[in-house]
């Protein structure tokens, strides 16, 4: 228990400091202070300081992912999966600066928490597969859909709106939103948004 009481307190306080302080200026030896704990015991739960960024913010998104499956409209593919980016979108526009390096540092990470956040893509991508085949099997969306490349236009759509949103001085959720949904109602439904 102390191992995950240590790595909880190694996380909340990058966290912290990410914020305050913004990623790059914050260093491990800035973090080990703040945490309590020697260099050592962070590189022991942490290789780097990507994947302790990716560890930090995993477990919010991951959360939100659940909570936002669990609480899903039951009105139309579009409003479900709008419903679950809006929530994803609004933890970016909370912390901007943070958001961008979290995107710029773990797009190809490796090693265990690099798959780890693989895993989690494509958990939420079998997710968004199972909307869409219930969306098809109700004549929501016409039999040509492919579920699997609707997923992944999905994804295309809501990763490239996020990183043309975090490129703006300031990330406006629902103009990022009103884009996706754009794109969403062209690919599923064949009309303007």
Known sequence: MQKEDTRRIILDSAYHLF?????????????????????????KHFPDKPSLLAAAFQEDIGQIVQDSLVSLPGN???????????????????QPNVSRALIKEVLFLGGAYGKALDAQVYELLGKIEGL??????????????????????FWSFYFMVLIVGLKEPVFDKDRQLKVLKNLLVQHFYGREG
């Open 19 to 43: 914020a305050e302080k913004g990623y790059a200026k914050t260093t491990m030896r800035s973090l080990a202070k703040q945490a309590g704990v020697g260099l050592g015991t962070i590189s």
């Open 76 to 94: 139309g593919l579009v409003n479900q999966l709008l419903h679950i980016v809006e929530n994803i979108y609004a933890f970016y526009a909370a």
């Open 132 to 153: 869409i085949e219930t969306a098809k099997a109700d004549g929501e969306i016409g039999p040509e859909i492919n579920i699997e490349a609707g997923a992944h236009a």
